[in-house]
């Protein structure tokens, strides 16, 4: 290829220079490109279909780019005091909390709990390649209708694969591209992030509204229903595709968040540090004062067990409980729970499971995470025992209404408010999880959805689009904020280099100077930041 001289505002490059990579390139022979590292596909198809739309509609489509020119100079703006802050931090120049890289990493990426417990599934690879697919074209029609709406043409458009890493550009004639006023070269550069910002608040939207949307065909927030249920899960031989959690500990779950709570609640206070405690405060801390009234003619039948280290062993088919007195005290919550001697020498027994879940409870830990009242009082025939639970162990009682037979297949959105008559319903079921709750949170898919017809792919349609537009949320997102940072080869670039012409009491050699400084530090803070982000994923 014949290497030419080009300029963009006083930056003189050649096209044969094959190291530079701006977002927008030009590639006179329309031929594929294959290598070790790097292959591409190019298309035209599309160049005389998007240039009749942007001419025929340029008077609205420079008014709508101008909009997103503020928004992008803001978002660069933005994100350029994020790096000095966060440039701040590692250099100690400043302190404080440095959570920057978790609130970068949990926006980017999601949940940041999700992320570091690595739960990416083959089904999330799929939304996560759609989603990038979808993002990326978004952001490059965003060039190609603004240089559209300025009179220039595209010459095509390329999808390439650098290494691993996935993408698409969009080429035009530079000589074209100089030949424009600074304002309009700022709208064709900042098209692609006011897209991708434009997208995010699309599927924000429609999150929001998708409950609205599906109202005809799905009951919303009236009890999380099991899509699927891992194989190695803890909960297999109980919860199947179809069932509906009502209650965990008595407390109503009405959706897929609260049940999310509920157990970060429940692995907080498992894993809580009581090395200074008593064995009874530490039951009572990890079990959030849950207590079950055992008759004294069933404390008789127990079996006895001595503690060995701090330890209690049971049978394997039995677990360990401690008495507490029933007594007008202060309970977990209360930081300054004082118990004396004998309480904490309370009576260690090892009960089933399934008999003592048919008794009543004692505590107050039931219907509620806190409570001012005490009601760990039992009737004279019986005493209050606290399970007993090691570190990161929870006691969880899990109610949920299955769909066969036939005659229970409506009860997933009933309320269960009377539990004596949530014990006699036998489409209302009820077991105890004894382990890690963190264990149930990532081997059990929940929806907060339920059919209102029986359809099993119907089932999956709400979760499906849920997660489709959450994944494009944060693709775009990312995206929006990747072409927005001041480093080279991304938009930020071209946005930066337009920019700094705009400080007319510099020299034309300052101006270059300060650009180059300003990208190579941004892109050196931003290599810094996302191993740091990496690090904190890991």
Known sequence: MEGRRIRRFGRWRSNNHQSHLLPMRVYRPLSNSISCWYCDFKSSILNQPLFRFGRTYSRYLKAWFSMGVGFSLAVLSAVTMILLYEIGQILCLYYGNTQMSNVMSEYLFGSSSTISGLTISVADVGYLCISSIISVSVHELGHALAAASEGIQMEYIAVFLAVLFPGALVAFNHELLQALSKVSALRIYCAGVWHNAILCAVCAWALFIQPLILYPFYIHDEGPMVLDVSPASPLSGYLSPGDVIISLDDIRINNVREWSQFIAVLTERSYENSQNHSLLEKSMKRSIGKGYCIPYSLVEEGKRVSLEGNEASCPDELSAFITIPCLDQAMPHDDNLQVNHQRDRGELRCFNAKDVLKLEKCGDGWGGLHSNRSSCLCSKEGTCFLPLLSTGEAWVEITYSSPSPLQCSQLGTMRVDDDDNSRENPCVKTFVFVGDVISIKHSVLLTSYQPRWSAKFGAHLPHVLEKFLMFTFHVSL?????????????????????????????????????????????????????????????
């Open 478 to 538: 990312a995206l929006a904020l990747l072409n927005s940072l001041p480093v080279y080869f991304l938009d930020g670039e071209a946005i930066s280099e337009v920019i700094i012409h705009y400080f007319r009491f510099l020299s034309s050699r300052r101006r270059r100077t300060v650009l180059q400084y300003f990208l190579f530090g941004g892109t050196v803070a931003c290599i810094i930041i996302f191993i740091q982000v990496f690090l904190v994923l890991l």
